[in-house]
């Protein structure tokens, strides 16, 4: 399964597309800084609390509470784990500051003036060594 949205500058929704749709996109059903029935929001669900089950890492060039951070790069992104499963969430996104962990889903309303990419990718278990060895390489803040 995999989920692409776009949020065109100064628009608090986004278009969506699901991977194995017809190729059109649909309007977003709820605005991004609604943390309930939106798809992005449900997924970083699993960054909040602490779920024995999930393992998570976030990294971002810009990361929450953290000014100044020197990077080699603008990737931002979350890796989502299950420890039960052979399953994981990659959502890789253009959002600086986001997400927070450990805190409730929170759209930096601010960034609604900007125009974003979310993207999700469901990916397996054995391919988090390869993008871990990108992310280290990108040299971007990694909070876990």
């Given at each position: 399964m995999g989920a692409i949205v776009y949020k065109a500058p100064g628009q608090a929704t986004?278009?969506?597309?699901?991977?194995g749709s017809a190729g059109a996109w649909?309007?977003?059903?709820?605005?991004?800084a609604n943390n309930?029935?939106?798809?992005?929001a449900k997924a970083l669900e699993h960054v909040v609390g602490n779920r024995p089950?999930?393992?998570?890492l976030a990294y971002n060039n810009d990361p929450p509470g953290l000014p100044n951070v020197q990077t080699?790069?603008?990737?931002?992104?979350?890796?989502?784990?299950?420890?039960?499963?052979?399953?994981a969430a990659w959502i890789v996104?253009?959002?600086?500051?986001?997400?927070?962990?450990k805190v409730r889903y929170r759209w930096p309303v601010a960034e609604n003036a900007r125009g974003?990419?979310?993207?999700?990718?469901?990916?397996?278990e054995?391919?988090?060594?390869?993008?871990?060895?990108y992310i280290n390489n990108s040299n971007n803040y990694i909070g876990v």
């Open positions: 986004g278009k969506i597309i699901l991977a649909d309007d977003g059903a709820a605005p991004l309930r029935g939106h798809s992005f089950a999930i393992k998570f080699k790069s603008n990737s931002k992104g979350v890796i989502i784990l299950s420890t039960r499963r052979d399953s996104h253009t959002v600086p500051g986001f997400p927070t962990a974003h990419l979310l993207i999700c990718l469901t990916i397996s054995s391919q988090i060594n390869a993008i871990g060895l």
